[in-house]
């Protein structure tokens, strides 16, 4: 999922939308790897995933992948994923 965004700009494509059509496609849970440029997954999309799974999709799988730096262990432990 990080390579579908890499312009701050536009709406499209929503890393939240694309989700549901992975998940809605019989993908078993959304991985993402937030950079610290936010160059691909912004730190919001992080937290609008996370909702989106915990509302729509409770039993799939949430996992964010990244560099332990101070700032992504806080996201982390913001948002618990598995």
Request: aromatic content about 6%; overall charge negative; hydrophobic content about 40%.
């Amino acid at each position: 999922m990080t390579d579908m965004r890499n312009r701050h700009d536009l709406l499209w494509p929503s890393v939240v939308g694309l989700s549901r059509v992975v998940l809605d496609a019989g993908a078993s849970g959304v991985t993402v790897h937030p950079r610290p440029d936010e160059r691909h997954i912004r730190c919001t999309d992080v937290f609008e995933l996370s909702a989106m799974l915990a509302a729509d999709y409770p039993d799939a799988e949430f996992n964010i992948e990244g560099h332990p730096r101070p700032d992504f262990i806080e996201l982390i432990n913001q948002i618990n994923p598995q």
